[in-house]
């Protein structure tokens, strides 16, 4: 069984610019969630998606965007970097169905500097 | 609106005494609560769930909804407990919250 992966592990962005964010699922898990955790903080959760459809969003403005694919891989997008956005990003994935289906096996995040 | 509150930052205790780690919540449906654990180096992971009842690694947790609470306890904690802690809410609408996590040292 493969865990969740994430990629890049580090990257580095000027403010304005866009970047896209990569993850891929845990194997038979259909759902995705999508956290940005800043320094000191929890996770605070962007968004979910469930069998490619967005199923839940956190306060996050549109400029933050996602995609789930057809194998359940996913992509984070932010558009007009801030200096804010700079974080750790955290993909997790979880069953969606069944007894377990909330359970959240996270990847190993994407750490995003926004100079 | 659903929030998700560890009132400690740092908790330190010795070897062998017992740990209580504290999480409130507020949800006016039925939410479904977790802890996560974060080792040095190592990536966030479930350490157990309310739904499940069960202890994992000689934690428990109980969900009281009188209190809003669910406080991760053990009775003898150990070294490798030292880690960060984080209490989650997860809802039916896709969307779920953490607290800003609490980090344990348990001293030799």
């Known amino acids: 069984e493969t865990g969740v992966t994430q990629s890049p592990t580090h990257l580095i962005k000027t403010r304005g610019q866009q970047v896209t964010l990569r993850c891929s699922s845990q194997s038979g898990h259909n759902t995705v969630s999508w956290y940005q955790q800043a320094l000191g903080q929890g996770p605070q959760f962007i968004f979910q998606y469930y069998r490619e459809e967005e199923n839940g969003r956190g306060n996050f403005p549109p400029r933050f965007s996602g995609l789930q694919f057809p194998n359940y891989s996913s992509e984070l997008n932010v558009n007009a970097l801030e200096l804010d956005d700079s974080a750790l990003y955290l993909c997790a994935s979880s069953p969606g169905d069944g007894p377990d289906q909330e359970t959240q096996y996270f990847g190993p995040g994407t750490r995003l500097l926004v100079l | 609106a659903q929030r998700v509150t560890q009132p400690e930052k740092l908790l330190s205790v010795f070897k062998g005494a017992p740990v209580e780690l504290k999480c409130n919540y507020s949800y006016s449906g039925s939410p479904e609560l977790f802890w996560y654990v974060q080792y040095s180096r190592q990536r966030l992971q479930l350490l157990l769930r309310?739904?499940s009842r069960e202890s994992i690694k000689g934690f428990t947790a109980d969900l009281n909804k009188g209190e809003t609470s669910f406080h991760l306890k053990k009775p003898f904690a150990q070294e490798e407990d030292s880690a960060m802690y984080y209490c989650a809410l997860a809802t039916n609408a896709g969307k779920s919250t953490f607290g800003d996590g609490t980090t344990l040292t348990v001293k030799p």
């Open positions: 309310h739904i």
